[in-house]
């Protein structure tokens, strides 16, 4: 091979074919000199001559195009282009045509004969080049048309390549089951210290009120102690479920609370956090709402079987539904303990049983010689139901119910004895009743 002959280049308004006039094989041993020349046009027009230029018909079809050389894939009219520009090689001597990109060159050798592509750093140099003067080469260009072609045509690849669909959008479920556990951590920080915080002025309460968020909400109520009274029992047992016993207790200790005065600036503060303490426990709850609502849209199936929560932590964890859904039932049953195995790999220890799929109630009902078994077991079934939702297009949570209902069937097996259905009659079960739901 004595080196490239010709250069394909591809612009965002067309296709370009250039001849390269300086002798390969100079070039090849003056690789500094054709690095220098590319930055100046005079020199670099000395290397190269267009043969052709072939602009793109439209901006739908420019799109189309660049998914194509994105893929490696030689369409119709690349070919059509290539064919009618570049010399007809004879048997012993094929045509070497520079191309930047090396999934592309393997398309045009197999659609092409007789051309061999080349993707050397001497091609890719004199790319460089070409895409430095391309607007000067380029004759039939006006100034400005490039630039405007590279916009749009970015644009519109971007958008084709980032498509919104409702059922797959698991994004926000990544995002929302993040923030869910952030907010966790920071509304028990907050209510922890609304408690230290407060236990100054009426300590007492700390001990007859345990839920975080009812305590946050005395606080607002409350505030200072001596405003309560036998009139303020009614209002103190709507905080606390109805229940007149804890609202009477609240009140005979604030009685003879031990706790300091507080001055009014003081207690401004510590109401205010309390107040910021409720609202961050308050938006805790419409963010779980939505993710179950998000859930049961994006992954039904999931859902169902082993709950919203733990379903959304697996989607997040393996960074989308649909690579959960490529994973096997062996990697799904450790998700999330991939620390744990590698040490028990290093150490030749026992490796782990669980990852995530551990928070499931399931591995909580089984007895502790069974939990390794139904763990391996809801994995499987956790492997299924991510792939129904991930590549079914009418979601629906028919055959989540269906290996809920296998996965509990297995727990009582392992208690009893009594034989589980078989997985053939589950999933046929599961299309008759889906095939039942879409005629009505």
């Given amino acids: 091979m004595s080196g490239v002959q010709y250069l394909l280049y591809e612009e965002p308004t067309g296709y370009a074919l250039f001849e390269v006039v300086l002798h390969p094989e100079t070039i090849g041993a003056r690789l500094k000199e054709v690095q220098e020349s590319a930055n100046d046009l005079a020199k670099f027009g000395k290397l190269i001559k267009l043969v052709s230029f072939a602009p793109f018909k439209g901006a739908a079809h420019a799109l189309e195009n660049a998914n194509d050389i994105a893929d490696g894939i030689v369409n119709e009219h690349l070919k059509s282009f290539l064919k009618l520009n570049l010399p007809k090689a004879s048997k012993k001597s094929k045509t070497i045509l520079g191309v930047s990109d090396l999934k592309l060159a393997s398309g045009i050798k197999e659609s092409v004969k007789r051309v061999e592509c080349?993707?050397?750093?001497?091609?890719?140099?004199?790319?460089?080049?070409?895409?430095l003067h391309g607007p000067k080469l380029l004759k039939q260009l006006q100034e400005g048309d490039i630039e405007r072609a590279q916009l749009g045509l970015g644009h519109a690849y971007s958008r084709s390549k980032v498509k919104f669909s409702v059922q797959k959008n698991d994004n926000h479920i990544i995002q929302a089951i993040a923030l869910l556990d952030q907010l966790d951590k920071d509304v028990n920080?907050?209510?922890?210290?609304?408690?230290?915080?407060?236990?100054w002025h009426f300590p007492e309460l700390f001990k007859i009120v345990s839920d975080n968020y009812t305590y946050s909400k005395l606080v607002l109520f409350i505030k200072n102690k001596i405003s309560l009274n036998d009139s303020s029992l009614h209002d103190l047992a709507s905080f606390v479920n109805d229940d007149a016993e804890i609202a009477q207790s609240i009140i005979d200790a604030a009685r003879v609370s031990?706790?300091?005065d507080i001055s009014e600036e003081d207690m401004n503060n510590v109401v205010t956090f309390a107040q910021k303490a409720v609202n961050l426990a308050d938006y805790r709850k419409k963010l779980h709402?939505?993710?179950?609502?998000?859930?049961?849209?994006?992954?039904?199936?999931?859902?169902?079987?082993?709950?919203?929560?733990?379903?959304?932590?697996?989607?997040s964890h393996a960074g989308s539904l649909t690579n959960l859904s490529k994973y096997p039932a062996?990697?799904?049953?450790?998700?999330?303990?991939?620390?744990?195995?590698?040490?028990?790999?290093?150490?030749k220890g026992n490796t782990p049983k669980y990852g995530l799929i551990y928070h499931s109630s399931f591995i909580g009902k089984a007895a502790q010689k069974n939990k390794g078994r139904i763990s391996r077991f809801l994995a499987n079934k956790c492997s299924i139901a991510s792939r129904i939702d991930s590549y079914s297009d009418t979601p629906s949570n028919k055959f989540g119910e269906v290996l809920r209902k296998q996965?509990?069937?297995?727990?009582?097996?392992?208690?009893?004895g009594a034989p589980p259905t078989?997985?053939?009659?589950?999933?046929k079960s599961a299309i008759e009743s889906l095939g039942d739901l879409m005629e009505e």
């Fill in 258 to 260: 031990m706790g300091q």
């Fill in 330 to 347: 062996s990697t799904v049953q450790i998700l999330g303990a991939e620390k744990a195995l590698f040490r028990a790999l290093k150490t």
């Fill in 289 to 315: 709402g939505y993710l179950i609502e998000k859930m049961e849209t994006v992954a039904p199936n999931l859902s169902e079987l082993i709950g919203e929560v733990v379903g959304a932590r697996l989607i």
């Fill in 407 to 416: 996965v509990e069937e297995r727990l009582t097996f392992y208690e009893t």
């Fill in 118 to 131: 080349d993707t050397s750093e001497v091609t890719q140099d004199i790319l460089r080049g070409i895409r």
């Fill in 422 to 427: 078989k997985n053939s009659d589950a999933m």
């Fill in 189 to 199: 920080t907050f209510s922890m210290r609304v408690r230290e915080w407060y236990s």
